[in-house]
């Protein structure tokens, strides 16, 4: 049974930096594409940052220069680097993988971390 399990979320101050983790348990094979979704109060799930599995990634207009998004194969887990921390940022942020299970597209999340930022 695969989990993934969200770290790395807290409270920081403006201008602050964080690092989210997201480790997998259990095999996840034909990967396809792995994101970082967030969640605002009041607001829709959206994607914050996604890499294939070609190591390609793409990223949100609001977050583009301050959010990374990278992964460790060996550890089977990914990363979201976090700088200049905004008030807008403040989310429950939600790990993704989507892979082939035979024919099907079979999508894996994570409980989530919360984030908040402090102005």
């Known amino acids: 049974q695969v989990q993934l399990v969200e770290s790395g979320g807290g409270l920081v101050q403006a201008g602050g930096s964080l690092r989210l983790s997201c480790a997998a348990s259990?095999?996840?094979?034909?990967?396809?594409?792995m994101g970082w979704y967030r969640q605002a109060p009041g607001k829709q799930r959206e994607l914050a940052a996604s890499?294939?599995?070609?190591?390609?990634?793409n990223y949100t207009d609001s977050v583009k220069g301050r959010f990374t998004i990278s992964r460790d194969n060996a550890k089977n887990t990914m990363y979201l680097q976090i700088d200049s921390l905004k008030p807008e940022d403040t989310a429950v942020y939600y790990c993704?993988?989507?892979?082939?299970?035979?024919?099907?597209?079979?999508?894996?999340w994570g409980q989530g971390t919360q984030v908040t930022v402090s102005s």
């Open positions: 259990g095999r996840i094979s034909r990967i396809i594409n």
């Open positions: 993704n993988v989507n892979a082939f299970q035979g024919l099907r597209v079979v999508g894996y």
């Open positions: 890499i294939t599995s070609g190591g390609s990634t």
